[in-house]
């Protein structure tokens, strides 16, 4: 299994400003995902980072509100731009590997939870 | 559009019985189904998978039973244990592995001693 920490584990910010999340693995990964969770809703994939390329966003995400950067194999980070209250989400990072079992799995950071006011 | 839906928000099951979470999908372009945890303030924590060539797969306490013809999946929990009280989330991928993962909704565990 991956380990996968992330900073900050929570922030209260201004809307109109941008935050930057960070996602650290201790092992080299090929994919790193991104996930907002809102509130009382479930978890949704933002883009795909791959180490040397650009992002791969998913249908209504887009660079320009959530810039992804992958500069190595073990580290990503998510900026929040132009934050709204309705930006107030969990963001997940995650990587992919197997479980003990074999089965393919991603593995989950504990998750940043963000309020913006 | 909903693609993965867990239609029970909560469940409560008394320690020791059965502890059986549902999933319906409508896509049926997923080939690959995943079960996660999640206790509070923490990332959600693989449980188990399944591939759709199978239809039941098993590890431990847990079970994961896949129905194709229905699109239902579903995961049992034997016995149920304090600890099992979580959030479970049920996960689906079109690629035959755990990228692009779709989630459903959630459902809350509570198991009572």
């Known amino acids: 299994s991956a380990v996968i920490s992330q900073k900050p584990s929570r922030d209260i910010c201004q809307r109109g400003t941008s935050l930057t999340i960070q996602c650290q693995v201790d092992?080299?990964?090929?994919?790193m995902f991104w996930y907002r969770q809102q509130p009382g809703q479930s978890l949704t994939l933002i883009a795909t980072a791959n180490q040397g390329s650009e992002a791969t966003y998913e249908s209504g995400f887009v660079i320009d509100k959530f810039p992804i950067s992958r500069p190595n194999l073990t580290f990503s980070t998510l900026t929040v731009s132009n934050m709204s209250p309705e930006d107030s989400s969990i963001y997940l990072c995650?990587?992919?590997?197997?479980?003990?079992?074999?089965?393919?799995?991603?593995?989950f950071g504990p998750g940043t939870r963000l309020l913006v006011l | 559009d909903q693609q993965v839906k867990q239609n029970s928000p909560s469940l409560s099951v008394q320690e020791g019985r059965i502890s059986i979470l549902n999933c319906d999908y409508t896509?049926?372009?997923?080939?690959?189904f995943l079960w996660y945890k999640k206790y509070p303030a923490e990332g959600p924590t693989f449980l188990i998978s399944?591939?759709?060539?199978?239809d039941k797969n098993e590890d431990g306490r847990f079970t994961v039973f896949l129905n194709k013809s229905a699109k239902h999946l579903s995961l049992h929990i034997v016995p149920s244990q304090p600890g099992d009280s979580a959030v479970y989330f049920c996960a689906a991928s079109a690629l035959q592995g755990a990228q692009k993962l779709v989630f459903g909704q959630g459902t809350r565990l509570t198991i009572n001693p």
């Open positions: 995650s990587v992919e590997g197997r479980g003990l079992a074999g089965g393919e799995t991603q593995y």
């Open positions: 399944i591939s759709s060539i199978k």
């Open positions: 896509n049926s372009m997923f080939d690959y």
């Open positions: 092992s080299q990964v090929t994919m």
